[in-house]
């Protein structure tokens, strides 16, 4: 079993929607939660960095991490056309800076 | 600065065939990783440089070796290339501080025939 597990979907909606993309994961102790951003042949870049339980807003995204049920979630609100990529979700412990990532969700949406 | 850079963008191998997968960073970053990424299977860790002068294995290392040149510099080398390795493969370099996360390159795609 992967220490991550994600949807890859693919997931397509209107421009304007919400979009709701989900990981869980099985390692209690990740503490650090993160998500990337990967357009089409390109590397992932880093686009929200969150610590232990809660809510991080940033513009139209936000991210929230449930420790208790082992659950990350990325919202995205107003979803435009240039959202259209895949995401992937990642973790790590707090004393090991190797990351374990999600199989990765391909989002589109459609103008 | 150039940030992560991974040479070549493309590569095709005959089976047998080995070459190396140059990654080189100017962010001043300590730790360095090689991953792969195959469809539906996310990146996965293949090597990864913790400092200059160490390396050690990831998740997937067989089939791969590593050298951390120097600072800026680990490069990717497959001995004798199978079809199995046909993939992207990425570096990254790991920045610490408040965000203490890693910045990938463009990647390397790569078809073993």
Known sequence: QKEVEQDPGPLSVPEGAIV?????YSNSAFQYFMWYRQYSRKGPELLMYTYS???????????????????????????????SATYLCATRRSNDYKLS???GTTVTVRA | NAGV????????????????????QDMNHNSMYWYRQDPGMGLRLIYYSASEGT??????????????????????????AAPSQTSVYFCAGRTSGRVDT???????RLTVL
């Not at chain 2, 040479?7 to 990654?23: A, D, E, H, I, N």
């Not at chain 2, 070796?65 to 680990?74: A, D, G, Y």
């Not at chain 2, 890693?102 to 390397?108: E, L, M, N, W």
């Open chain 1, 20 to 24: 709701s993309l989900n990981c869980t």
């Open chain 1, 101 to 103: 990532f999600g199989a």
């Open chain 2, 55 to 80: 390396t050690d294995k990831g998740e997937v290392p067989n089939g791969y070796n590593v050298s951390r040149l120097n600072k800026r510099e680990f490069s990717l080398r497959l001995e004798s």
């Open chain 2, 5 to 24: 850079t991974q040479t070549p963008k493309f590569q095709v191998l005959k089976t047998g065939q080995s070459m190396t997968l140059q990654c080189a």
């Open chain 1, 53 to 83: 339980s809660g809510n991080k807003e940033d513009g139209r995204f936000t991210a929230q991490v449930d420790k208790s049920s082992k659950y990350i979630s990325l919202f995205i609100r107003d979803s435009q056309p240039s959202d």
């Open chain 2, 102 to 108: 890693q910045y990938f390159g463009p990647g390397t």
